[in-house]
C-alpha cells in the first residue's frame, strides 16, 4: 500500500447521506478476480444512464471536478456491502481522502488497508467543505502526521481524530500481514494453550 | 467477579496479544469464504509466498454467482471463472469447499449454521457484512473486507479495537401475524441506519427469547442494516437444542460438556452496556419499506411519507431523491402498490420456517397474474427439507419458480435481475438504488407480507387476503 503522509488536491463535492457500497461499485462489477481497473464502474448507475451515456447533472462528471483526489460526502457514507471493491474503485478513480460526518465501520476498515484516509470532520466542518466546494474549484491540504485539514483560501483548518496505530500504517505504507507474522511465536502459544484446555477447534 | 456481557467475555478469551497504542490482535476460530470476496485475498497470499495458516478453520462456499435455474450451464463467463477461481483457491490450499453440486452448498450464512459451523462464543469472519447472522449463536460475528480476509487466512488472526457494546431490549410480545423480519425493520425505522455504528448489538428481551433460532437469524442479520458489524443474542435451551445433532457440532459427552460452557456464556445480571435502547414489541405491525434505506420503513397500514415529514434538511432531501427513484408520491396508502416480482429468499429470510409460512398463505391460492414469484431456498439441506415437506409442490401450484439455492435476487449478481421500474416486494435485506438490477424498485417485507403481495398484486394484510376474494368472487 502506498504510504500517505500530506496530500493536497481538488475536492469532489458528493452530496447525500447514506452513500452506500451498491452506489460507489454496483454488484455486476463484483465477478473479476483483480484488484485493479475498478475506477471506470465506480458510482456506475450515477454516472452513466441507462444507456451508458454520462449524466450531465452528476458531480463527477462535472468538468470542474476532474482530476478531484478528495471526496466529501454526507453521513454514513460507505454502509451496507463489505465489498472491498468500493475502495479499489475509489482509489483506481483518483481519490486520495473521504470527508464525511461518518463511516460505516467496515468501509472505514478497508480504506486503511487500501492507503486511502477517510477523516471524520464535524457536520459543520464537512458542511463548509460542500457549500465551499460545490460553488467552484476548492484546493485543501490534508496532514496525517498533524492530523489537520487545510484550506488557505479560507482561513479554514479542521483537527480530526485517527487510531494511533491506523495512523503509523498509512504513514509507512505498512504490510501489515508481515506485521503480524512477527508474532507468530505468540499465535502459537494462544493455539497450544487452547488445545490443552481442549477447546475444540477444528471444524472436522 | 465483576459481571460482564457475552461480548466482552467471548473478546478476552480471543487476545493473542495486547499492547498499549494497538488494537487487540484477535483469533478467529472459523472463517467462512465465498467467490466474490476471496479471490483478491488468495492472490495476494500467492503473490507474497505464504500459506493459509489454518484451512482446517476455513470453510467455503459459492452463493452469490451461482444460477438458481440450470446448474449446468453457467452462461456468465466471468462469473464462472470466479467459481472456478474458489475452486481452484480450496484445493491448492486445501481448505473444504461446498462446490454448486455439493449437498452442503448455500447461501454462506444458512449453511454455517445448518452445519454446525456455528457455535456459541467463536469468532467468526466472512467477507460479507451479514455475517452478523452468527451472532444469532451467541457468536461474535462480523463482515470484513478482502484485505482483511487475506490476513486471517494468512493468519488467522484480526487486528480490532473493541467496539462499545449496546443493548437492544425488545420487550413484551409480538403480535400474531408480525415475523422477526417486522422486528428488525421497525427497530432500524425507528432508530436509524447509524445507530449502530461503532458498536455490537446484544439483543434482549422477552420478544427475542421468544423467537426461534431462525428467527434470531434474521434479526441479527440486519443488525449491519442499523451500522452494527456484530449482533448478538445470549445462547439458551434453544441454541443447545438447534445445534445438537448438526454435522460439526461435538457428539456425546463432549456435546453436553460443550453446551454447559455455551450457557455459560450469557451476559451476566447487572453487567453494563455502553449504551441501552428499548422497543415495546407489542406495538409492531407488519413493515414494508417505501425508500432506497432499510429505515425508510413504515407499517402496513400506513402510507408513503411526505418528504415534508421529515425535520432535518438533508433527511427531506434524502426522502425526495428516493421517491423520485421508486416512483411513489407522498401520500399513497402502502397496499396500493402494485408490484411486479415478489422474491422469497436471502440470508435474511429463506430458511425452512420462511418458507412454511409463505406457503402456508399461497397454499390454494394463485400468484396474481401481473407479478411474476420466485421462492430460492437459502440451501440445499433447506431445498430438500421443503421438498419432502410437499412446499415445492404448494408453491409450483400457486404459481411461483421454484429454484436452486443460492444469493439469487437479493444482489442480482447472478441472473436473477429486475429490469428498470420493476417493484419487487423482497424477503432480502437492502433496498438501495439499483440493488435488484439498474433501477429496480425494492420493498423488504417478511415472508408472509411476500405471499400475501404476490396473490393480490399489491401490499395487503395477510388476514385480508380472505376478505378480498370474497369480495372479488361477488
Known amino acids: ?204 | 467477579m465483576e459481571p460482564k456481557t457475552i461480548i466482552d467475555k467471548i473478546w478476552e478469551r480471543h487476545v493473542v496479544h495486547r499492547e498499549p497504542g494497538k488494537p487487540d490482535l484477535l483469533y478467529i476460530d472459523l472463517h467462512l469464504v465465498h467467490e466474490v470476496t476471496s479471490p483478491q485475498a488468495f492472490e495476494g497470499l500467492r503473490l507474497s509466498g505464504r500459506r493459509v495458516r489454518r484451512p482446517d478453520l476455513t470453510y467455503a462456499t459459492v452463493d452469490h454467482n451461482v444460477p438458481t435455474r440450470n446448474r449446468h450451464v453457467i452462461h456468465d463467463e466471468i462469473a464462472k471463472k470466479q467459481m472456478l477461481t474458489l475452486a481452484e483457491n480450496c484445493r491448492e490450499y486445501g481448505i473444504p469447499l461446498a462446490d454448486i453440486h455439493h449437498p452442503d452448498q448455500g447461501i454462506v450464512h444458512v449453511i454455517g449454521p445448518e452445519l454446525g459451523l456455528t457455535q456459541p462464543g467463536k469468532t467468526i469472519v466472512c467477507g460479507d457484512s451479514h455475517t452478523s447472522t452468527h451472532g444469532a449463536f451467541g457468536a461474535l460475528a462480523f463482515g470484513i473486507g478482502t484485505s482483511e480476509v487475506e490476513h486471517v487466512l494468512a493468519t488467522q488472526t484480526l487486528w480490532q479495537s473493541k467496539p462499545k457494546t449496546m443493548q437492544v431490549k425488545i420487550n413484551g410480545r409480538i403480535r400474531h401475524g408480525v415475523s422477526a423480519k417486522d422486528i428488525i425493520l421497525a427497530f432500524i425505522a425507528r432508530f436509524g441506519v447509524k445507530t449502530g455504528t461503532g458498536f455490537i448489538f446484544e439483543y434482549t428481551g422477552e420478544a427475542i427469547r421468544n423467537l426461534s433460532m431462525e428467527e434470531r437469524m434474521t434479526v441479527c442479520n440486519m443488525s449491519i442494516e442499523a451500522g452494527a458489524r456484530a449482533g448478538m443474542i445470549s445462547p439458551d435451551q434453544k441454541t443447545i437444542e438447534y445445534l445438537e445433532g448438526k454435522k460439526y457440532v461435538p457428539k456425546g459427552e463432549t456435546f453436553s460438556r460443550a453446551a454447559e460452557a455455551w450457557l455459560k456464556l450469557k451476559t451476566d445480571d447487572g453487567a453494563v452496556y455502553d449504551r441501552t435502547i428499548e422497543m415495546d414489541a407489542s406495538t409492531i405491525e407488519p413493515q414494508v419499506t417505501w425508500g432506497t434505506n432499510p429505515s425508510m420503513c413504515v407499517p402496513i397500514s400506513g402510507r408513503v411519507p411526505s418528504p415534508d415529514d421529515f425535520a432535518k434538511p438533508s433527511e427531506r432531501k434524502a426522502a425526495e431523491k428516493a421517491l423520485e427513484y421508486m416512483g411513489l408520491k407522498p401520500g399513497t396508502p402502502i397496499e396500493e402498490i402494485a408490484i411486479d416480482h415478489v422474491f422469497i429468499g436471502s440470508c435474511t429470510n429463506s430458511r425452512l420456517s420462511d418458507l412454511r409460512i409463505a406457503a402456508e398463505i399461497v397454499k390454494g391460492r394463485k400468484v396474481h397474474e401481473k407479478v411474476k414469484a420466485i421462492v430460492v431456498p437459502g440451501s440445499h439441506s433447506v431445498k430438500k427439507a421443503a421438498e419432502r415437506e410437499g412446499l415445492d409442490r404448494i408453491f409450483k401450484e400457486a404459481g411461483f419458480e421454484w429454484r436452486e439455492p443460492g444469493c439469487s435476487m437479493c444482489l442480482a449478481m447472478n441472473d436473477d435481475v429486475l429490469q428498470p421500474g420493476e417493484r419487487a416486494a423482497s424477503t432480502s435485506n437492502r433496498n438501495f438504488e439499483g440493488r435488484q438490477g439498474a433501477g429496480s424498485r425494492t420493498h423488504l417485507v417478511s415472508p408472509a407480507m411476500a405471499a400475501a403481495a404476490a396473490i393480490a398484486g399489491h401490499f395487503i394484510p395477510v388476514h385480508r387476503l380472505n376478505q378480498e376474494e370474497t369480495i372479488t368472487i361477488s
Open chain 1, 1 to 204: 500500500m502506498e504510504p500517505i503522509r500530506v496530500h493536497e488536491g481538488k475536492v469532489c463535492p458528493l452530496n447525500r447521506a447514506n452513500v452506500d457500497t451498491d452506489q460507489i461499485v454496483p454488484k455486476q462489477f463484483l465477478k473479476r478476480i483483480e484488484r485493479q481497473g475498478f475506477g471506470q464502474f465506480l458510482f456506475y448507475h450515477w454516472r452513466y444512464d441507462h444507456k451508458g451515456n454520462e449524466r450531465s447533472d452528476f458531480v463527477l462528471n462535472n468538468p470542474i471536478y476532474k482530476g478531484a483526489s478528495i471526496l466529501v460526502s454526507g453521513d454514513n457514507f460507505g454502509c451496507g456491502s463489505s465489498r472491498e471493491h468500493a475502495p479499489w474503485a475509489l482509489l483506481d478513480f483518483g481519490f486520495k481522502v473521504i470527508i464525511a460526518p461518518s463511516f460505516a465501520d467496515i468501509f472505514y476498515n478497508n480504506c486503511l488497508q487500501n492507503g486511502i484516509l477517510p477523516i471524520v470532520l464535524s457536520e459543520e466542518e464537512t458542511a463548509f467543505l460542500m457549500e465551499k466546494a460545490e460553488v467552484g474549484s476548492l484546493k485543501v491540504r490534508v496532514d496525517l502526521p498533524e492530523q489537520t485539514v487545510h484550506c488557505q483560501a479560507f482561513h479554514f483548518t479542521a483537527r480530526f481524530d485517527i487510531d494511533p496505530y491506523r495512523k503509523q500504517c498509512l504513514l509507512n505504507g505498512w504490510d501489515e500481514i508481515a506485521l503480524t507474522l512477527q508474532l507468530e511465536d505468540k499465535i502459537r502459544a494462544f493455539e497450544e494453550k487452547w488445545k490443552e484446555e481442549g477447546e475444540n477447534m477444528g471444524i472436522a
